[in-house]
């Protein structure tokens, strides 16, 4: 995605409609230039809309809180909503949105048990941040974003606080293995891109059978590293880019 495509996406989806000539002006481009990218742009056409009055529309938009995110999600609420139900009425109600966004729910590999092991870890990190005003953040269980072959955005859970998304990869492992490690970093630019420039994407690979494991793993053939934690580690992902210990 390019920088053009990226601030046309970002004005819309900030906005609560904008016309071709509004973008054009904000973004000092021809006219002619903008409607090539809204009419041409992958994001455009599949995560936008334009209404009869010729003004555009995301579907989910770059503002807290972020409307349109559920509907991509088997489950999407505040942090403090997610708390307020107990382990049974969450995972019911994951299920049922897995269902409703075409989530695959075969569960012959342990899928519910990952699910209930994914919440059971959330549910523990935000015991370990007691005294934090985190009920306010957002959640999101089983990000789905399948559009066409040009869009695919998934993630396990999202958490969003007023700068951050931190994306976590969930797998019930003890071990750091580099496929796991690539899968946790994939999707962290088009995150980026549907989040907006208010937003630093931090992708985290969370293994929840490990234990006080905290370190950093450079991706394959780049100088790139990504945070892996065990699920009882992961509190200090948070702490190291909100500083909750200085606080405390």
């Known amino acids: 995605m390019d920088i053009i495509e990226r601030d046309i996406y970002a004005l819309i989806c900030s906005s609560d409609g904008i016309k071709a000539r509004e973008i054009a002006k904000k973004l000092k481009k021809e006219k002619g230039v903008i409607n090539h ?22 579907y989910i938009r770059q503002m807290r809180l972020h409307k349109g995110l559920g509907d991509f999600c088997g489950y999407y609420s505040t942090v403090g909503e997610f708390l307020d139900l107990d382990a049974e009425e ?5 299920t049922s949105g897995c269902k ?28 370990d941040l007691e ?3 985190y009920r306010d953040w957002e959640i999101a269980f089983e990000l789905r974003i399948k ?8 993630a396990d859970v999202l958490v969003i606080t007023e700068k951050y998304v931190f994306s976590l990869e969930f797998k019930m492992n003890d071990k750091i293995e580099e496929e796991e490690v690539l899968q946790a970093a994939k999707y962290s630019a088009y995150l980026e891109v549907l989040f907006g420039p208010a937003y630093d994407v931090i992708p985290v690979l969370v293994l929840t059978k490990a234990h006080d494991l905290y370190r950093y793993v450079q991706l394959k053939d780049t100088t790139a590293e990504i945070p892996v934690c065990a699920g009882d580690m992961l509190f200090n992902i948070f702490d190291e880019y909100l500083g909750f210990l200085n606080d405390i």
Do not use: Q, V
């Open 37 to 58: 990218y809204l009419y041409a742009s992958p994001y455009m056409h599949e995560l936008c809309y334009c209404d009869e009055d010729f003004n555009w529309h995301g």
């Open 90 to 94: 969450w995972f019911d109600a994951l």
């Open 100 to 127: 409703e966004i075409g989530r695959n729910l075969n569960d012959t590999r342990g899928l519910f048990h990952s699910f209930r092991d994914t919440g059971e870890t959330m549910r523990a990190l935000f015991a």
């Open 131 to 133: 005294g934090i005003d």
């Open 147 to 154: 559009k066409s072959r040009f869009i695919r955005i998934y």
